[in-house]
Nanobody, 123 residues
Framework: QVQVVESGGGLVQPGGSLRLSCAAS????????MNWYRQAPGKQRVLVAA???????KFAEPVKGRFTISRDNAKNTVYLQMNRLKPEDTAVYYC?????????????????WGQGTQVTVSS
């Protein structure tokens, strides 16, 4: 069984920083893309940042220059460093991982989501 678990959310003042972590564990053969999404109240879930297994990254326009994404392939972990946070960054942040389980019958990677972690930016 594969699990994806986020940590690191919380309440922070505008201009502050937070670091989110997400670890994939279980019967994993290989982890491909690892991404962060967020969903604000009343809005759709949107991509925030993504990193491939080759460390190629991309960011949504609202977070460019403020957020960085990194991963540790040995630990199947992805991080989201969020700096200069704004109230509009308030959302539930979800980790996504494309994972090939080691007991796969078809050799096809599947999508796995974490449970989400709340980030609130407020004074």
């Amino acid at each position: 069984q594969v699990q994806v678990v986020e940590s690191g959310g919380g309440l922070v003042q505008p201009g502050g920083s937070l670091r989110l972590s997400c670890a994939a564990s279980g019967n994993i053969f290989r982890v491909y893309d690892m991404n962060w999404y967020r969903q604000a109240p009343g809005k759709q879930r949107v991509l925030v940042a993504a990193v491939t297994v080759d460390m190629i990254t991309k960011f949504a326009e609202p977070v460019k220059g403020r957020f960085t994404i990194s991963r540790d392939n040995a630990k199947n972990t992805v991080y989201l460093q969020m700096n200069r946070l704004k109230p509009e960054d308030t959302a539930v942040y979800y980790c996504y991982a494309e994972i090939l389980p080691d007991d796969s019958d078809d050799g096809v990677a599947h999508d796995y989501w974490g449970q989400g972690t709340q980030v609130t930016v407020s004074s």
